[in-house]
């Protein structure tokens, strides 16, 4: 059957972005009217689910709509996806309980029917906050989030921006990203016991797989990684429904442990009879089995080098999206600045630490990344020198990292960088650490691109220092 093209890849960035926004814009919409409706039991489930791909796609490209979507807005849409999902582990913790009936002992009968009926309440409460709170509250943002987005579209016409990065490029950068991320996180997992770093790798394939979605039908194997994305969210959704439901059993565990209060009358033997203990330890017996077994399978078919073909068909994708010699080409320009410009205080930004290992031909950089919590590590070889150069990089692990670093004694380098998007450009501003030195580095999509000055960053310029040995990295590493 032949495929069909979603046209988001020739599209500038900025309206690739755009598009999509819109598309689950759409979805969101139509699912809160069902949901006003009443009766549909998937309203809420696609509406949260509308609504975590939108964010998760306009994170992805905010370099590029950056002047419609600020920060604020990403946390008010990442928290409204939040707030409507009150009732869905309750509601994914009753269907388990429910496929475990037939196991039951009648000595544990009082336990699975109190937690039966914590987890009804739950669902209950969620579905009926969500109900109340989720309708008013997307219609503010959509109407908002539109106009913006609308406003974006005109003022990129008549800046000229439609000749910018394209889409194929914005979300070729984004896949190297993510897989560097997943692929980092999953050297944090070890045992059963990361809960927390197994549920980080689950995000950032949810985050992995958005991104890929919409253009399953513009490049070959597409399918096939949204198929094993698929695999890995489930499996990983499930260790992480079962790793709540047994936190949500030892809090019942401990309400249980209180001693009864005696009653005049009633014997001991009467009041014990209704105790949940047996219940509650049966079902917690249950979830470290599960918890273990779910584990084993995230091991053998994820963990280690076990994940290295389905890297290997990412950088197959990467490699298809923009399929000439420039693929791994980086076509930039580097300007000298006399201060960190003011505009830019209280940005984000990451911190870098990265080294250098020896060689004469062939200069290895090993770089540790950390932003917003996270750290993840990238290994990068660059060739050539001036506004044109060729770079391979892929991502590593803290292990590769530690044992790569003692080597890099004496040629390192530590900065801050800030990224700031001006139109489809964006300007990565570096603040390096222990000296008194500021650069500014722009990537274009070609040579012949001699791009303005933003009115934030021109006042600071002393000159540009593209292709001065100067002010390479590696020549400044020390």
């Known amino acids: 059957m ?17 598009r999509i926004a819109r598309l689950y814009l759409d979805r969101a919409g139509q699912a809160i009217r069902r949901l006003e409706k009443r009766g549909d039991a998937e309203a809420l489930h696609d509406f949260r689910v509308s609504l975590r791909r939108l964010h998760s796609n306009l994170l992805a490209y905010s370099p590029y709509v950056a002047t419609a979507v600020s920060p604020k807005q990403l946390r008010k849409m990442g928290k409204l996806a939040s707030a409507t999902s009150g009732g869905r582990d ?7 309980l429910e496929s475990r009936q037939l196991d039951l002992r009648i000595e544990e009968a009082p336990g699975i029917e109190l937690l039966r009926e914590e987890l009804e309440r739950r669902l209950r409460e969620g579905y009926e906050e969500a109900v109340a709170r989720a309708p008013r509250k997307f219609r503010k943002l959509d109407r908002k989030l539109r106009g913006r987005l609308e406003a974006l579209e005109t003022a990129a016409a008549a800046g000229g921006l439609d000749d910018g990065v394209r889409f194929e490029t914005a979300i ?13 996180q999953f050297a944090e997992v070890h045992t059963a016991a990361d809960e927390a770093e197994a549920h980080r790798a689950r995000i950032r394939a949810k ?35 079962a790793q709540l439901l047994s936190g949500f059993v030892a809090e019942l565990e401990t309400r249980a442990a209180v001693p009864p209060v005696t009653v005049p009358g ?40 076990r994940s290295a073909a389905f890297f290997g068909a990412v950088g197959e994708v990467r490699q298809s999206l923009i399929s000439t010699v420039t693929a791994n080409v980086e076509i930039e320009r580097k300007y ?40 993840w590590y990238v290994r ?21 990292f530690d044992a790569m670093w003692p080597l890099t004694r004496g040629r390192r380098v530590v ?32 040579e012949d691109v001699r791009p303005r000055l933003p009115d934030w960053i021109a006042p600071w310029v002393v000159r540009e220092v593209t292709g001065d040995p100067e002010y390479l990295n590696v020549n400044l590493a020390r």
């Open 2 to 18: 032949a495929r069909q093209s979603s046209g988001l890849l020739d599209l500038p960035a900025h309206a690739g972005a755009i």
């Open 90 to 96: 309750a509601e994914v913790h009753l269907a388990w």
């Open 172 to 184: 070729e950068r984004c896949l190297s990203d993510y897989a560097e991320q997943l692929d980092a």
């Open 207 to 241: 985050r992995l797989r958005y991104i890929l979605e919409p253009i399953s039908g513009d490049v070959e194997n597409v399918d096939g990684l949204l198929g094993r994305l698929k695999e890995l969210q489930d499996l990983l959704g499930h260790l992480r429904d």
């Open 266 to 305: 009633v014997s001991e033997l009467a009041i014990g009879a209704e105790d949940p203990a047996a219940g509650l330890q049966r079902v917690a017996e249950w979830l470290k089995a599960e918890k273990t077994a779910l584990f084993e399978q995230l091991r053998d078919g994820w963990l280690g080098d």
């Open 336 to 375: 000298l600045l006399s201060a960190m410009p003011p505009a830019i205080e209280g940005r984000p930004f990451r911190e870098i630490e990265q080294g250098y290992l020896p060689g004469d031909r062939l200069q290895e950089r090993i770089r540790r990344v950390r932003a917003d919590g996270d750290e």
């Open 380 to 400: 990068t070889v660059k060739v050539g020198a001036g506004i044109r150069r060729m770079e391979l990089q892929e991502g590593t692990d803290r292990a590769t």
């Open 415 to 446: 900065k801050r960088r800030y990224r700031v998007p001006e139109g489809d450009l964006v300007w990565e501003v570096d603040e390096f650490s222990g000296r008194d030195l500021v650069l500014a580095e722009v990537e274009l999509p070609s």
